[in-house]
Structure formats: structure tokens, C-alpha cells
């Protein structure tokens, strides 16, 4: 099973980035899937989580109003349009499949695959 980040690079704050994780292996169109982001020195972060079927998204409190999740199951393809980028949105992006844990999304399982690194100029 692998899951494929990509769509980072260097861009300045304002701009726009839209991430694309694509899954091979196994389908993952009835899994609930997140994207996690690790920043330098930090820990691994909730970003965005959309339920299975694409009907329902959830966002940290940091990208809400500026991040989009969306997933096409026909591609096996998970996005994340990313507006407005800021300085501290700087970090490796990664997805997985995720359920809900109280408040917050976690990973479901240990697929992470290799993530995308993102990086916001100021």
C-alpha cells in the first residue's frame, strides 16, 4: 500500500498550492482520509479529514476559511487546495486514512506514505 504526496514547493505568503495524494495498492474509497503536516522541529498536526463518501470535512481552527479537502474515489485521489498561505503553514504534508478522535482527527492506521514539503515565504 502506498500513498503518494505531491504538489509542494516554495511559494509566498498569499499565494496558493493545491496538494494531491494519490493511493495505490489497495482502494481507499471507503476509508475516512486526512491530511497531517509536520512542521520543523514539531510534531505531526490534524490539517483536514473528509468523510468516505465526500460529504462531510473537517478542519483544524489554523486553516479554516483558507484550506479546502476534497477527494475524487474514481482516482483514488485525495486534495487539499491550499489559499492564503502563511509563513507558519510551512511544513511536510502528509495524508492518511483517519478517524475522528474526540475533537480532532487521528491516523487509522500506519500507511503514511512519502508527504510533500511545503514551504511559505514571508
Known amino acids: 500500500v502506498q500513498l503518494q504526496a505531491s504538489g509542494g514547493g516554495l511559494v509566498q505568503a498569499g499565494g496558493s498550492l493545491r496538494l494531491s495524494c494519490v493511493a495505490s495498492g489497495r482502494t481507499f474509497s471507503t476509508d475516512n482520509m486526512g491530511w497531517f503536516r509536520q512542521a520543523p522541529g514539531k510534531g505531526r498536526d490534524f490539517v483536514a479529514a473528509i468523510t468516505w463518501g465526500g460529504a462531510f470535512t473537517y478542519y483544524a481552527d489554523s486553516v479554516k476559511g483558507r484550506f479546502t479537502i476534497s477527494r475524487d474515489n474514481a482516482k483514488n485521489t485525495v486534495y487539499l487546495q491550499m489559499n492564503s498561505l502563511k509563513p507558519e503553514d510551512t511544513a511536510v504534508y502528509y495524508c492518511?486514512?483517519?478517524?475522528?478522535?474526540?475533537?480532532?482527527?487521528?491516523?487509522?492506521?500506519?500507511?503514511w506514505g512519502q508527504g510533500t514539503e511545503v514551504t511559505v515565504s514571508s
Open positions: 492518511a486514512a483517519a478517524r475522528r478522535s474526540g475533537s480532532t482527527w487521528i491516523p487509522s492506521n500506519n500507511y
